[in-house]
Structures are given as C-alpha cells and as structure tokens.
T-cell receptor
C-alpha cells in the first residue's frame, strides 16, 4: 500500500493562476479531506468527502473547489490563486465516514503564491 | 462549531524529563480525541487517541487523560527522548448526526524540543 499520496510536493504560482492539487489513496477509504496548515493555526479543514459524489465544506472553503468522482481520488482546485493561499496543504483519508477517526495523512504540498 | 485550544505553543525539556501538553474543547458533543505527531517535512501521524467513555489511556511512554466535565484533555510523554522532538497536535471530533458528517477540529500545535 502506498497510503495517501499527494502531488506536486512544491509549487509556485502567480496571483490569479489556477491549479489542481492531486490526492490519491489506495486503502479503499470512504472519508477524504483537505487541510491547510499555517504557522500558529494548526490544521484547518477546507473540504471533505464521505464518498464518491459527496463533498461538503469545512472551516475555510473559500477559493477552493473539490470533486470526488472515484473512491481513490480527491483533487483540490484553486480557481484563482491569491497570496493568502500560500500554505502547506495536506490530504487525509479515513475508513469511516461517520466518524473520521485515525486519519492517514499524505506528505503535503507546499504552495507559494506570489 | 467546535473550537480547540492547545497549550503551550512551545515546550522545551531535557532528555528523560516528562512533557505535558493540554487542550480544551468547546463542544460537549465531541466524543473522540486523537493526538498527532508531525515530524519535519512530513504529514501528521496518529500516536494515541481516547474516546469520551474513557478517562485515561496509556501506550508505553505516552498517555492521554480526558476530563469531560471540564472539557479538557492532555498528552503526557514520560522519559522523553530526542526523537520525541516534533510538533504535536490535539484534535476533537463529533460523530455524524442528522445531515452532518463527522469532522476533526485541530488545536494550534505544540513544538516539543527534547535536549540531549
């Protein structure tokens, strides 16, 4: 098992550009989520999904879109990048959609928006 | 929604000493409290968790205690070693109910440094 994989590892964008952060898991987990990590603020939930075709907003969803067409993949799209979106992004998955316990995190994507 | 406060933000100890990190939560419906360890350049990894029907749980050198009445929980690391140096996050979760799905809310993190 590769677990949770994320690509790219690093990315530099200019303000206004769009991009997609990829996330995949091979554990057949129903629950997948995206967090951003900023200094002194912990991990904040952006969007999450409890299964293919089902997504919902987290704490900080503005400026991000998600879709879940398969159980394995959960991409995060930045529509028009802003400097405030400079952060480290983590994708995570969990077996149960009812209680997202024991979340497995990917290695993260470091994003810099100039 | 849930709010989780974590203290201290940084903690420095000598090898062999104990380390304690404390978290408080706001939602009395929260019933699952995990602790994650994040090493430099990596994603967080679950190290221990506790459910609301248990007051304490131990796993070798680490333990977690929960006080539901006061709505706080703590991570205890005994006999600390340099490899314990990392960022530690607490979190709180409620199960799904009605039309809502379970979500984890994280604390702000504690940078633990263990000096040899």
């Amino acid at each position: 098992n590769a677990g949770v994989t994320q690509t790219p590892k690093f990315q530099v964008l200019k303000t206004g550009q769009s991009m997609t952060l990829q996330c995949a898991q091979d554990m057949n987990h129903e629950y997948m989520s995206w967090y951003r990590q900023d200094p002194g603020m912990g991990l904040r939930l952006i969007h999450y999904s409890v299964g293919a075709g089902i997504t919902d907003q987290g704490e900080v969803p503005n400026g991000y879109n998600v879709s879940r067409s398969t159980t394995e993949d959960f991409p995060l799209r930045l529509l028009s990048a802003a400097p405030s979106q400079t952060s480290v992004y983590f994708c995570a998955s969990s077996y149960s959609k009812l209680a997202p316990e024991t979340q497995y995190f990917g290695p993260g994507t470091r994003l810099l928006v100039l | 929604g849930e709010n989780v406060e974590q203290h201290p933000s940084t903690l420095s100890v000598q090898e062999g000493d104990s380390a304690v990190i404390k978290c408080t939560y706001s939602d009395s419906a929260s019933n699952y409290f995990p602790w994650y360890k994040q090493e430099l350049g990596k994603g967080p990894q679950l190290i221990i968790d506790i459910r609301s029907n248990v007051g304490e749980k131990k796993d070798q050198r680490i333990a977690v205690t929960l006080n539901k009445t006061a709505k706080h929980f703590s991570l205890h690391i005994t006999e600390t070693q340099p490899e314990d140096s990392a960022v530690y996050f607490c979190a709180a979760s409620t199960n799904a109910g009605g039309t809502s799905y379970g979500k984890l809310t994280f604390g702000q993190g504690t940078i633990l440094t263990v000096h040899p």
